[in-house]
């Protein structure tokens, strides 16, 4: 996880912008140090969210913070542990009772939080909702678009049928938050968002939204399960990586989520402080324009003059970029240690990844001798664009790329902007080189396959993140091939394959898997999560 010794990173902008970072946040650490007290006994859980919740509908936004908000108050019948593994969750059961019927016998005794009985009945009524939520900028249809009847054979078992053998149904669900059957049938986003139709089976009631600001909520003493061990949480949103470390060590928070790089080894050293940190499941990569033949927006010449052709659809160009890549130097200088360099879409550790395929080496040779097979000796240039306020250290991670295409022959601008701004734009094509992360909520690169390097294809439910339009038969087959597999050995490596492939025709280049970091004070523990959820009924009161 660190650079080569042998591999200089030099006092470059990119640096300067980190050390000044760094100072930022060491102020703010000493700011804090010397006041703190942690002696009081907390009574009501105070968490420091880095970024946004942008809605409390569980169905309008897929978006890491907003489902991580919604678990507190909506189940799903599916759930994961942290290392996403899953477990039952409204669903005590589940089978495939032939190949394209899934039989799931649903948890009896469960009450929402205005005390009506839960049903199959709030199951299939939610079903529908998802597919017809309006102006959902980033929908869950994907995860119920397999499903093609759905059969209630008794008030606590439910049956969806699908169109061909679908063994990923069940991984599905644990993306699908099941609400009420009245709720379902009328509420719209503002109803959720006032606390109106706020009414889950969750460990936790809602109490408040406040957008950009916090989110209030109490424990819900009739809960089914464990009992959180606090009866009121308050997140407060704190975008600010230096304020969110200054509010924990003033005793504003009790816990903060996103702890910056810089100060994640300071913090493990503090008696007073308890760190927990977890491999996510969310790859950082580059996508490129690679399905528009001529005039991709932002490719020239190296010189900077309007360029017809566009070389980003040359797999033997793609790949010549991800060799300009030092990957090492960027996990130990821009990342801190806080991250691992990606070969594939996702940590080896999870389902459908391969053992054959490691981070491409920085190879400046390789990549010169690509880049002029492919008819391109004296490079080009493009503009990079990325968020600057959605991964850890992303326009930081820009910059440290575009350096680097710079300094082996393809001049690189950067463009960075809030993240709300950025996703919007890419998902117009309107970019030709882009930064992004993708987190796989399944826990298997089935995920990232279907959603970033499938063919788009709306109505199937393909590529919906794909902001490059990457595009290959041969890779569709496989993917298609793969999701269908009943036996889970045989789908592991068929999508392992897959991966592969994509890897081959470099559909997109991978850059590392971010390791999330929390930290509270002690006393309060949690554990790391891989899919970077920040989840209150799972902190705990130390022993």
């Known amino acids: 996880m660190t650079a080569s010794k042998a591999q200089k990173f030099s006092m470059n902008p990119v640096r300067r912008l980190l050390v000044g970072a ?24 105070v968490i420091a969210l880095s970024t946004p919740v942008t809605t409390v509908d569980p169905h309008f ?3 890491t913070p907003n489902n991580g908000m919604a678990a507190h108050v909506f189940e799903t019948l599916v759930k994961t542990d942290p290392a996403l593994k899953t477990y039952p969750g409204l669903a005590e059961s589940w089978k495939a009772i032939s190949d394209t019927e899934w039989e799931f016998k649903l948890r009896k005794g469960v009450k929402w939080h205005n005390g009506e009985p839960f049903t199959a009945e ?79 089976t969750g460990p936790f009631r809602f109490e408040q939204y406040v957008s950009g600001d916090r989110v209030i909520l109490t424990r819900n003493k ?128 999870f389902f459908g990844t391969s053992k054959k395929l490691k981070p491409d080496a920085y190879d400046p040779a390789g990549a010169k001798k690509l880049m002029a097979e492919a008819g391109y ?84 439910g393909m590529g919906g993140a794909n902001r490059g339009r990457f595009s290959s038969p041969e890779l569709d087959a496989l993917i298609a091939k793969a999701i269908v597999i009943i036996d889970d050995k045989q789908r592991d490596a068929a999508l392992a394959l897959a991966s592969e492939k994509a890897m081959e025709l470099q559909g997109l280049i991978p850059l590392h898997y971010e390791v999330s970091t929390w930290a509270s004070r002690k006393g309060v523990q949690y554990g790391g999560r891989a899919d970077q959820y920040t989840l209150a009924q799972f902190v705990t009161r130390a022993k």
């Not at 463009?415 to 709300?420: K, Q």
Request: charged content about 20%; aromatic content about 6%; overall charge positive.
């Open 22 to 45: 760094s100072l930022a946040a060491s102020v703010a650490l000493t700011a804090g140090w010397s006041t703190v007290s942690f002696s009081q006994e907390i009574k009501d859980l």
């Open 61 to 63: 936004h897929n978006l």
């Open 122 to 200: 709030d199951v299939a009524a939610t079903i529908k909702r998802i597919p017809n939520v309006p102006n959902s900028p980033a929908s869950f249809a994907v995860f119920v678009r397999a499903i093609t009847d759905v059969n209630i054979v008794d008030s606590h078992t439910i049956r969806f049928k699908t169109k061909e053998p679908y063994p990923l149904l069940p991984a599905d669900m644990v993306s699908v938050a099941i609400v009420p059957k009245a709720i379902a049938e009328t509420a719209k986003t503002e109803d959720f968002n006032s606390g109106k139709a706020m009414i889950g």
């Open 222 to 349: 009739d809960y089914y399960g464990k009992q959180p061990d606090w009866d009121k949480v308050t997140f407060r949103i704190i975008t600010s990586a230096p304020a969110r470390v200054a509010a924990l060590l003033s005793g504003d928070v009790h816990m903060v989520e996103g702890v910056p790089t810089a100060d994640a080894a300071k913090l493990k050293k503090d008696k007073r402080i308890e760190v927990s940190n977890a491999v996510s499941n969310r790859m950082i990569y580059l996508h490129m324009d690679s399905n528009r033949k001529t005039n991709s927006p932002f490719i020239t010449t190296a010189d900077g003059k309007p360029m017809e052709a566009n070389p980003l659809t040359d797999a033997r160009v793609r790949r010549a970029l991800s060799k300009m890549i030092d990957r090492n130097a960027i996990v130990s200088r821009v990342m801190e240690g806080q991250a691992i360099p990606a070969g594939q879409l996702l940590d080896e550790a």
């Open 377 to 460: 000796p004296n490079g080009f240039g493009v503009t990079l664009h990325s968020p600057n306020n959605r991964y850890i250290n992303d326009g930081a991670t820009a910059q440290a790329v575009a350096q680097f295409f710079s300094r082996n022959g393809v001049p690189t601008k950067v463009d960075t902007m809030p993240s709300n701004i950025f996703f919007s734009r890419a998902s117009k094509m309107e970019f030709s080189l882009i930064l992004a992360g993708w987190g796989a909520a399944s826990g298997d690169t089935s995920s990232p396959l279907r959603a970033l390097l499938a063919t788009n294809d709306p109505k199937a």
